[in-house]
C-alpha cells in the first residue's frame, strides 16, 4: 500500500499528514490546529479510493460489505455537579421526579448507583444489534479539569465488559500523549485490575502528536491506537476510510501499530450540527461513504452520554446509526475484533 501511494505525492503527503510534522499553528491542547479549507474536504476519503482504484480490496467475516468500530471514551464514572444539575432540571422539565431525584441523590445511595456507571445498559443496546464495542478507561492520576476516577474502584465492571466479550482498553491521559513512560504505566495499571494484556488504546481529548505518538505506542506495546481523528469536526482526517500501518516520514520506516482512525465523536457531531436531523444526516452521509468503498467507520459516543438525561438526542442519534448500519448489513464490532480481523488478513 505504502508504495503505491508513494506514486502518487499529493496523495502520499495527506496520507502521511506530512503539514502535522512540523505545524505553525496548534490549539489550546497543543493539537494540530486544522484549516477551514481542510475540513470542508473531510467528507471524501481520497487515499482510500485511490487505492480502491487500484486494486485494494477488503473481505469481512461474512462477507459484510463494511464495518462499524463502536467505542466508547469514559472520562467520568461520576457525574460533575454540573452534569447533574442540568439533568435534574430536564427530568424536571419532563415532570420525571423520580428521575429528577435519581440524578442528584445518587451519591447518598452510594457510588454504584452512579447513573454514569452504566457499560451493562450501552452493551444492552448494542447487544439489540448483534453488535460489540471498546471501552476506554483512564488510569493517569493527573487531569487539568477535575479529579476522574481510581480504576481499582470498578474492578468488577471491568471483568463485566470483558466477560461478556466487549473490550477494555487504555484512555491516555491528558499528560500522556507525548510520554513513554507514562503511557506504559497507564497500561499496565490497568492490565493489573482487569487482569490481562490491553492492546488498545485512545487519548483524552485526542491529544496526538504525528507520527510520535504512534512510536510511543508501538513501544508500549499496543496493537492498535484509534486516536487519529477530528476534536472539532467528523470526517476522514489523512483520506482513510480504512485500518492502516502508519508511515514515519522521519524515519523512512512503517510503525508497527494499526490505526483505526476516528471518524465520527458525539461531541464534535452535535457542536457542529445545527439540528438533530442535521447530524442525523451527516452521520448517514459518511456511513454510506464509507460503505461504497467497504470501508471501516469508527464511531465515537462517551458513555456519560447514556447517563445524561440532557442528552437523550444523543443516546437517540446513537440508536438510529445502529439502526441503520444493521440493516445495510455491517459488522459492528469493537477495535480489537476489527484489528484481529486485520491481522489475521494481512
Not at 109 to 121: A, E, M, T, V, W
Not at 190 to 204: P, S
Amino acid at each position: 500500500m505504502h508504495e503505491l501511494l508513494m506514486k502518487n505525492q499529493d496523495l502520499w503527503d495527506l496520507f502521511t499528514r506530512k503539514e502535522e510534522y512540523y505545524p505553525e499553528k496548534l490549539d489550546k491542547h497543543q493539537r494540530f490546529l486544522f484549516s477551514e479549507k481542510y475540513l470542508r474536504n473531510a467528507s471524501e476519503p481520497e487515499v482510500s479510493r485511490y487505492l480502491m482504484e487500484n486494486g485494494m480490496r477488503i473481505k469481512f467475516p461474512e462477507n459484510q460489505p463494511f464495518a462499524v468500530c463502536l467505542t466508547h471514551d469514559v472520562d467520568d464514572i461520576y457525574p460533575p455537579l454540573s452534569h447533574s444539575l442540568l439533568s435534574s432540571v430536564y427530568s424536571l422539565k419532563q415532570l420525571n421526579f423520580k428521575d429528577s431525584a435519581a440524578q442528584l441523590l445518587w451519591k447518598l445511595r452510594g457510588i454504584d448507583y452512579s447513573p454514569y456507571l452504566n457499560f451493562s445498559k450501552i452493551m444492552d443496546i448494542e447487544a439489540s444489534f448483534e453488535a460489540e464495542s471498546s471501552f476506554y478507561f483512564i488510569t493517569a492520576e493527573t487531569d487539568p479539569i477535575r479529579f476522574r476516577y481510581d480504576i481499582e474502584d470498578i474492578e468488577h465492571y471491568l471483568g463485566e465488559i470483558s466477560d461478556r466479550g466487549w473490550e477494555v482498553g487504555l484512555h491516555g491521559g491528558y499528560y500522556s500523549y507525548n510520554s513513554p513512560d507514562k503511557i506504559k504505566t497507564e497500561k499496565q495499571r490497568l492490565e493489573a485490575v482487569l487482569g490481562k494484556k490491553v492492546i488498545g488504546f485512545r487519548n483524552h481529548y485526542l491529544r496526538f502528536k504525528t507520527p510520535n505518538s504512534w512510536e510511543i505506542l508501538a513501544d508500549a506495546g499496543f496493537s492498535y491506537d484509534s486516536t487519529f481523528g477530528y476534536y472539532d469536526c467528523t470526517g476522514f482526517r489523512n483520506g482513510m476510510c480504512h485500518p492502516f500501518s502508519p508511515y514515519n516520514l522521519d524515519t523512512g520506516k512503517e510503525i508497527d501499530i494499526l490505526e483505526i482512525p476516528l471518524v465520527v465523536m458525539d461531541v464534535a457531531l452535535f457542536a457542529t450540527s445545527k439540528s438533530f436531523e442535521e447530524a442525523w444526516e451527516r452521520t448517514k452521509n459518511l456511513i454510506d461513504t464509507t460503505a461504497s468503498f467497504n470501508g471501516v467507520i469508527t464511531l465515537l459516543w462517551h458513555n456519560f452520554v447514556f447517563g445524561c438525561s440532557f442528552r437523550k438526542d444523543w443516546v437517540k442519534l446513537y440508536e438510529k446509526v445502529l439502526q441503520y448500519c444493521f440493516e445495510k448489513g455491517a459488522w459492528i464490532t469493537s477495535g480489537k475484533e476489527i484489528y484481529r480481523w486485520w491481522a489475521d488478513k494481512n
